[in-house]
């Protein structure tokens, strides 16, 4: 791996990965200072989970003219985000934080608080964590399924590398590294790039996936993933591609009409854990998923694409590290909406059995 | 309440509600048959969840041109999906319900299947519950938001009613009435109207209240609900109106950049508990609600609006019904999207402070 740390003018750390060694110096000679604000964990006593008021990213970039992109390369004309000539991958703190700095929360601290009197309504923590942002390419009109599967290994080694640093900081409990593609996403910066969230508590989704592993091993004495990628791989209906390191599958549960996860056949809870021919043949399935996805329809597919990773909390037990891809398309011009169902109540219909879209993603990897 | 069932030519049963008594006949002429498919729940074993999968609904009306509307009153010329030349408020069985018929859902149905040896992938059962279909008025191109008082106070009865109706079915454990409003959120039908979902088990919003009232009741001795309610009324700063009845607040956890919940100041579990005088306040209220929501952006709000009603298997529990209303607006041309963060993990990031947005909405009333 290549890395080299540098600072940026307003103190946020940047790290560039770069596909071969080189040497960079880097200086950002802009007059800038970090937004002020911060963001305020809340209590959700209803559903006994946080929510983050971030009041500062209201204002943050919007959808900004090509010209004035933030995440491409800075040029003697313009300075961006990123103060080099060129690079490969970099990864920055977000200037625009939903999370950020200390202290750590205590896992028990909302119970604690009402156990001690606080109102249910007032159970707040500052935001701690952190946000980066990740770009995967210079160039500014290209998508991550158009990169070259050498480029897709740099990723995977700025994503484990990042992953480590966060969880070894102690307000960051659980790390999350994603990409939102497409404007039927609210993508509001078009340069490739996807994010790193450092949360400091397991997140719900999480949560409940800890507690069915738990139930799992109670009830069958297995590994709810083991058992999962097993069937998967037997029943073969869904399964869409695979290698030697890998399986991508669309769930039998897919509540998405595009539903994709890609798990590996070694259990390891996080991206640190992969070994390098692990990073590799993940990169290789990756790219032919991604391009499965851009060839599903009349256009490019809009997707959230990222990695479940064991929290530190979740020591003991089961969990297995995977990539979720999901895409709001149904059709051509039908996007699914999270209505009453899906928003107020929590129940997902798909109209797309998963068997049928999986039958489409194989044959979507034959026509190349 | 006015109450006249009939049935669809293709067997549906539809109910007309309307202000004022009168004798209606219906004749319902059309050609017509339910179309084929039904659904099925499939269990993710990763959430302990159950996953509607509904592939007939993939080809449901889309968005289609005024004079086709389905939900306009029948003429000579035109025969729609009902079968009068007008009506108040009315409420049909879908033609593409996501759920219909039974059998019930046992409660542990997939617990004993996993314990049973049944893989953890094809945990399945039928698509078993109700979906209906409420018209809010005959007027093709008007809102909820600009009816009148009298009108709302029959919708409130329909739903009532029909509540009602839905939980005396075996097969229905819990009842969500909703409307979702604006092309933003997907509406594909624009005449005014709302739905009403019977499903057949508790739903994972309404589990995880269910849970957390549990827990406070444990921790404190008290509802969580009546906390609640007490503690935004002392502190006042985020509440919006109310009346001798009801409170309609922004809740300090608020996870939407406009959330609104009304609650009955009485301790009540579902919509048919409430009496006459309650009816007639919350139609009042949320007519005010509705009208502030609509004054807030530089056009109409798009939002989604449900009533969270206990489950009929959750009795034992602390449970008070309730109203909430959210929109994904957060300016007048930006909307939240549910990107990674929400959809991948579940957190919710809120750019709006609720205490920021109750005082917009205390605003906007004073405008009338």
């Not at 891809?325 to 909406?337: E, M, N, P, V």
Request: charged share 25%; net charge negative; with cysteine.
């Amino acid at each position: 791996m290549n890395r080299t740390q540098a600072t940026l003018a307003d103190g946020r750390e940047i790290f560039f990965y770069d596909d071969v060694a080189r040497t960079r110096q880097v200086h950002d000679t802009r007059d800038i200072s970090r937004p002020g604000g911060g963001s305020e964990l809340r209590w959700d006593a209803y559903l006994g989970e946080w929510v983050a008021v971030a009041a500062a990213r209201q204002n943050r970039t919007h959808k900004p003219a090509t010209n004035d992109c933030p995440l491409c390369p800075s040029t003697e004309e313009r300075a961006t985000e990123i103060p080099q000539p060129d690079y490969d991958v970099v990864v920055f703190e977000n200037r625009f934080p939903s999370l950020a700095g200390g202290p750590a929360l205590p896992p028990d601290f909302a119970k604690a608080a009402i156990a001690a009197g606080e109102d249910l309504t007032t159970v707040r923590h500052p935001g701690a964590g952190r946000c980066e942002v990740v770009c995967f390419t210079p160039e500014h009109t290209t998508s991550l399924a158009q990169l070259d599967v050498r480029r897709l290994r740099t990723v995977v080694d700025a994503w484990a590398d990042r992953t480590a640093a966060l969880l070894a900081m102690p307000e960051v409990d659980q790390v999350y590294c994603f990409e939102n593609r497409g404007e039927e996403i609210g993508v509001t910066l078009h340069h490739p790039h996807g994010q790193i969230y450092g949360y400091p508590f397991p997140t719900p989704r999480t949560s409940r996936m800890l507690e069915q592993a738990r139930v799992t091993r109670e009830a069958t004495g297995e590994d709810l993933f083991a058992r999962t990628l097993a069937a998967e791989r037997a029943a073969g209906q869904r399964v869409i591609a695979d290698n030697e390191h890998w399986t991508a599958f669309v769930p039998s549960w897919a509540r998405w009409p595009v539903e994709i996860h890609l798990m590996p056949h070694r259990s390891v809870r996080t991206l640190p854990e992969l070994t390098d021919d692990e990073r590799d043949a993940f990169a290789a399935l990756y790219l032919d998923v991604l391009q499965r996805g851009d060839r599903l329809f009349a256009t490019p597919l809009p997707y959230i694409s990222g990695w479940q990773q064991a929290p530190a909390s979740a020591e003991g037990t089961d969990f297995r590290l995977h990539l979720q891809l999901f895409s709001i398309r149904r059709a051509d011009t039908k996007l699914k909406y999270l209505a009453g169902s899906e928003s107020g109540v929590g129940v997902f219909i798909n109209d797309i059995p998963p068997e049928q879209m999986a039958q489409r993603l194989r044959e979507a990897g034959e026509t190349r």
